[in-house]
């Protein structure tokens, strides 16, 4: 499985490492680098010139992942892989984690580093450097991609009945889109500070019809069916992710606190029922599968090969269609709603 690699490039925002630099400490002036030369208590500034740039890569079974081609930034086929990630801690006791990765070139050179936040970070205020981690980078990768519900969010059975996320249990049965009842394979809960990446999208109830708020992990894709295609998306199945239609009215991110998270998984990645409206289970796939427990990652030699003959890539809307006020209103009209 380890050449297993995703038929589709992932995008994420970084920054170029030589934009965030000591201020103050045994590096001075040095650009953050590969963990073995980063010392502690450091303390960093985000340039003001820093701006992010879309690094689109090809996930593999396990590191090193490669550059896609259509990357705004490194070197197209070039390796990537996930050095560590740090902990950095603003003057006010706030800690936000930071995952470096390093473009190598053929010979195994260091060509480029990144750094992926996975909580904004400021160009005004100064950073100490309070953790290094080499081992939990692909897991927190990992993590950042996992589809997730929130707590008290309404899933409908097999019976038409609803249950809120965090009673359903392994086995239970659970109304599909595409395949009628299926049972749940695994459920995994994890609990995050509400920041940045882990901050969840809210759509307020009517929304997209649904009955009540539902809040959901940024990547969370809802589907779509449009009677009138008004969004001029060229198909009538459309799944959109939740970030893409925040608009600071009715689909807005919500920061601060912590937020417990619920992934759901099914032999195949599915269609299901949340708050009434249609939103995808957690998809396994040579990213995300870093995020399950070791039990379930030994077993998983004949699941992800179903996942990945049903992504449902075909009919995600990229985020240019999207880029509009009016998104969630037009695709609410399109549905008949």
């Known amino acids: 499985m380890t050449n297993l690699q995703t038929r589709f490039p992932q995008t994420i925002g970084v920054y170029r490492a030589d934009h965030l630099r000591v201020a103050n400490g ?72 930071v995952l470096v990765l390093v473009e190598t070139d053929r010979p195994g050179d260091i060509a480029a580093v990144y750094v992926l936040p996975l909580a904004s970070i400021d160009t005004r205020t100064d950073y100490a450097l309070v953790g290094i981690n080499r081992d939990n980078a692909l897991e927190k990768f990992a993590q950042v991609a996992c589809v997730s519900f929130t707590r008290g969010t309404m899933i409908t059975l097999a019976s038409g009945a609803q249950r809120p996320v965090e009673d359903l249990t392994i086995g239970d049965r659970v109304l599909t889109r595409d395949d009628g009842p299926q049972a749940i394979r695994w459920i995994g809960h994890t609990t995050s500070r509400a920041v940045g990446a882990f901050a969840p999208i809210r759509i307020r109830a009517g929304t997209l019809n649904n009955l009540n708020d539902l809040l959901v992990s940024p990547d969370h894709r809802l589907f779509i069916y449009q009677r009138r295609d008004r969004l001029g998306a060229g198909r009538s199945e459309l799944l959109v992710k939740a970030r893409h239609l925040i608009n600071g009215d009715s689909v807005t991110r919500v920061s601060g606190g912590f937020v417990d998270y619920f992934q759901m998984l099914f032999d195949h990645h599915q269609i299901i029922y949340a708050e009434g409206i249609a939103a995808e289970s957690m998809l396994v796939d040579t990213r995300t599968r870093a995020a399950l427990p070791q039990e379930l990652k030994e077993s998983l030699s004949d699941l992800l090969p179903k996942h990945q003959d049903r992504m449902h890539r075909d009919i995600e809307v990229q985020e240019s269609l999207l880029q509009r006020p009016d998104a969630a209103d037009l695709l609410r009209k399109s549905s008949g709603g």
């Open 26 to 97: 045994a590096n001075l002036g040095d650009a953050i680098g590969c963990a073995d030369d980063l010392m502690l208590d450091d303390i960093y500034h985000l340039s003001p010139l820093a701006t992010q740039k879309r690094l689109s890569l090809l996930t593999t079974a396990e590191p090193p992942f490669r550059i896609a081609d259509a990357s705004d930034t490194g070197t197209p086929g070039a390796a990537l892989h996930l050095d560590c990630c740090i902990t950095l801690m603003s003057g006010h006791g706030q800690t936000t984690e």
